[in-house]
Every structure is written in structure tokens, then in C-alpha cells.
């Protein structure tokens, strides 16, 4: 990769978070927030798979003395496996990105689908012994676990238990959201027309999240059933329409205390919270502490 024709000449050496989950399995995190690409290495053996999620900015992933190179974008994930040749990691992470990476054995991972393998395609018989390699979207649920995992603010001593937690979660997340063998058995999804309803109401409840329509109403507004709003847009984002609200609505709140230009009652008008004790209730639901207390970790 030629950094002289991206613009950016400076280069740092970078440190990965590294927090062990139990043997076989670890989380790396990393925030860029310098103006220069920093450089993360890592070994990682052939008998580990990858799960790598790059939260904000972007990233490229380089292979065999450079020669090879895989980019990874904001909100995107890639997932790297090679039982013949160690992967270990090189990575270019540009100014202004964060990386969330999961390393699993195959050994532990095979045993999370132990009864299942055939649904993970990487694991059937007949795909074993071959490299695998896929690269996706980060959905709205992931995402709010990612930010978890790289804003950790409680007190370390939870540290340990919190992540395995997020880390399990987030494993079955990535394989719910691309559950191929999942289309068959349910024909709505392979409706192009649908799903693209599906991700208008998705729109509609960001852009009106401070007062948000019924669900009839959103039903109405992108001309499908109640009943198939809500099956579809859980099969499709993973969660409940006010649930993914929710999320969603408590990430931005995250962000705007985290600029310091809003106080919490601020912030609670924003993201549709006319009191600010509802504000403060809701955001210690979603994140354990208050606004005030995370601010002040964050600070």
C-alpha cells in the first residue's frame, strides 16, 4: 500500500486493548485518535478464527509482506480463517478509526455449534480443512454491543466477566444477522420489496426518534401489514422495532454527552425525553450508570 498516495506520510506504532475471555479466546480493541496511521501487530496462529469490526474510520489488513492487503470500512466486519497458514495480524488503522477485533480458537468456536455446524458454513465437512473469508454489515444491535466493548467504562474489576458476556453476544449476533439457511424457511425475506420497505421504517424511526410514529402508522407509511412489519424488521435488524429504537436512540445520546456541547436534559430533549429523570432512568437501563457518571469516566 502506498501511503504517499493517500496524503497520510506519518506513522505510528499502535497497542491493541488485549482482554482474555478464557483460554482459546481474547478481545483486541484499538482507538485511533491521532492524525497519523498506526501500525498493530499480533501473532495469531492457524488455529484461531478472526472476527474483526472496524466501529468507525477505516483499516487495511496486510498479508504476506504486504503483498496482499483486505480494507475494511466504518460499520463493516470481516471474518478471517485459514486452518493451513498462520493469519497474523498487520494492520493499518488510518487517523480517526476504532477496531474491535474477537480471536476464538476453532476448537472452542466449533464447540459454541457443536450441534449445528452445518449451519455455519465454514465449519460442514466438507469446507474444514479450507480458508474462509467473508466480510458483511454491522447491524444496529452489533453495533451497540461494539461500543460497549471499546467504551468500557465500569469498574475494572467486571471488566473480565462484561466482556465474555458482550463477546458471546456479539458472536451470536454476526451469525444471526447472516443465517443463510434461514431464507428458506422464511420466504418474506427473499421479497426485495419488502426488505426495502423494511429498511424505509428503519429510516422513518431515525429520523423522527425524538417522536417516533405508532407502529400502525409505520406500517401504513410503508404500505405492509402490521403483522409483517414486525416479524420482517425482527428478521432483518434483530430485534423489535422500539428495542432497536431504543438502542439507537441511547448510542446518539452516548455521542452527545461524549462532545460535551449538551447537558443531560439537553440531550434527553434530543433523543425524545421530556423529563430528564426518563432520560437518566433510560440511559442507566441501557449503559449501568448515569449520564453525569459517564460523563465524568469519560472526561
Given at each position: 500500500m502506498?501511503l504517499?498516495n493517500t ?8 497497542t ?6 478464557e483460554?482459546g479466546f ?9 492524525d497519523?496511521?498506526?501500525?498493530l501487530e499480533r ?6 478464527i478472526?472476527?474483526?469490526?472496524c ?7 496486510m ?7 483486505l ?13 493451513q ?10 487517523p480517526?478509526?476504532w477496531?474491535?477485533s474477537?480471536?476464538i480458537?476453532i476448537?472452542k468456536?466449533?464447540?459454541l ?10 465449519l460442514t465437512?466438507?469446507?474444514k480443512?479450507k ?11 452489533m ?9 468500557f ?10 466482556f465474555?458476556g458482550?463477546a458471546?453476544?456479539?458472536i ?5 444477522r ?5 431464507i ?8 426485495e ?10 429510516d422513518i ?17 410503508i404500505d405492509?401489514s ?15 422495532v422500539?428495542s432497536?429504537?431504543?438502542d439507537?436512540k ?6 452527545l454527552?461524549?462532545s460535551?456541547?449538551y ?6 430533549l ?9 432520560f ?11 449520564p453525569?457518571k ?6
Amino acid at each position: 500500500m502506498n501511503l504517499e498516495n493517500t496524503g497520510l506520510k506519518s506513522i505510528a506504532k499502535g497497542t491493541f486493548e488485549e482482554t482474555r475471555i478464557e483460554d482459546g479466546f481474547f478481545v483486541l480493541t484499538h482507538k485511533n485518535e491521532n492524525d497519523t496511521v498506526e501500525i498493530l501487530e499480533r501473532e495469531i496462529d492457524s488455529s484461531y478464527i478472526q472476527f474483526h469490526f472496524c466501529t468507525k474510520g477505516t483499516a487495511a489488513f496486510m498479508f504476506n509482506q504486504g503483498n496482499y492487503t483486505l480494507n475494511i470500512d466504518e460499520e463493516t466486519s470481516l471474518l478471517l480463517y485459514n486452518p493451513q497458514r498462520d493469519l497474523p495480524i498487520h494492520l493499518e488503522l488510518k487517523p480517526h478509526s476504532w477496531l474491535v477485533s474477537l480471536v476464538i480458537s476453532i476448537k472452542k468456536f466449533h464447540g459454541l455449534f457443536s450441534e449445528d455446524a452445518n449451519y455455519v458454513t465454514f465449519l460442514t465437512d466438507d469446507n474444514k480443512g479450507k480458508k474462509y473469508y467473508k466480510d458483511g454489515k454491522i447491524s444496529p444491535s452489533m453495533a451497540v454491543v461494539l461500543n460497549q466493548l471499546i467504551s468500557f467504562n465500569l469498574n475494572n474489576s467486571i471488566k473480565s466477566l462484561y466482556f465474555k458476556g458482550k463477546a458471546y453476544e456479539l458472536i451470536s449476533l454476526f451469525f444471526n444477522r447472516s443465517e443463510d439457511a434461514d431464507i428458506e424457511q422464511c420466504p418474506f425475506l427473499v421479497d426485495e420489496v419488502n426488505v426495502a420497505k423494511l429498511k424505509k421504517a428503519k429510516d422513518i424511526m431515525i429520523a423522527n426518534m425524538a417522536e417516533p410514529p405508532t407502529l400502525q402508522e409505520l406500517a401504513d407509511d410503508i404500505d405492509l401489514s402490521l403483522k409483517k412489519l414486525k416479524e420482517g424488521f425482527k428478521q432483518i435488524y434483530g430485534d423489535s422495532v422500539f428495542s432497536f429504537l431504543f438502542d439507537y436512540k441511547m448510542e446518539v445520546a452516548r455521542k452527545l454527552l461524549e462532545s460535551g456541547d449538551y447537558n443531560v436534559n439537553e440531550v434527553g430533549l434530543k433523543v425524545g425525553y421530556s423529563t430528564g429523570s426518563h432520560f437518566i432512568a433510560a440511559f442507566k437501563k441501557k449503559f449501568g450508570t448515569t449520564p453525569k457518571k459517564y460523563i465524568q469516566a469519560s472526561t
